[in-house]
């Protein structure tokens, strides 16, 4: 991996060392979301070849449609250095700077997320998958956050530290029994 760039404080380019810790089934992921979108096509394309149905529009169209799939299936691409962390989607790439969170919750919805929000307003959601998946992150992240703790900048936002640290503990444990197979 190269070396990356973010924004100081003043608008200005500024060079970050090398991302400490990052998603190691980001790839995988990738890779997956890319042949459930192959699949999708090469299946709708036979099914109109059989049909006798297949024309240029239609195959452009299958085509869109697997793309679209690949779109909502393709995870952000997560990584951290000390200080900050950095989520990059296909169109948006997100970075909060973890040692000065404010805010840090479980947000709303279908699929459960993680809310960091920084001093400087910065945002980001992640998957807690992510984070329970790849324990150098969220040791990264963890330290992290105990330095925001420390400096009193961490206004709301323990609980749900403490909530993925079980998660994190608890599937470090489960892990450790099948290995030894005691489950």
């Not at 090469?42 to 452009?60: E, F, M, Q, Y």
């Not at 691409?77 to 950095?86: I, T």
């Not at 920084?118 to 963890?142: F, K, S």
Request: with cysteine; proline share 3%; charged share 20%.
């Amino acid at each position: 991996m190269g070396r990356w760039t973010t924004r100081d404080r003043a608008g200005g380019r500024a060079m970050l060392p090398e991302p400490v810790a990052y998603d190691t089934a980001w790839a995988g992921e990738a890779r997956s979301a890319g042949g459930y979108a192959a699949l999708l096509f090469s299946l709708l394309l036979l099914v109109d070849d059989v049909a006798d149905t297949l024309t240029d529009l239609r195959a452009a169209l299958w085509l869109g449609l697997a793309a679209l799939l690949f779109a909502v299936l393709c995870p952000a691409r997560v990584s951290m250095a000390q200080g900050l962390l950095v989520s990059r989607g296909l169109w948006h790439r997100s970075e909060v700077h973890t040692d000065r969170l404010v805010s840090v919750r479980w947000s709303n919805g279908v699929s459960q997320r993680l809310v960091l929000r920084d001093a400087d307003g910065n945002r980001t959601e992640l998957d807690p998958q992510v984070l329970i998946a790849n324990p150098p992150l969220w040791r990264v992240l963890d330290a992290d956050a105990q330095t925001s703790v420390a400096r009193g900048m961490l206004c709301c936002g323990e609980t749900a530290l403490r909530q993925i640290t079980a998660r994190i503990d608890g599937e470090a444990a489960r892990t450790v029994f099948k290995i030894s197979g005691l489950k």
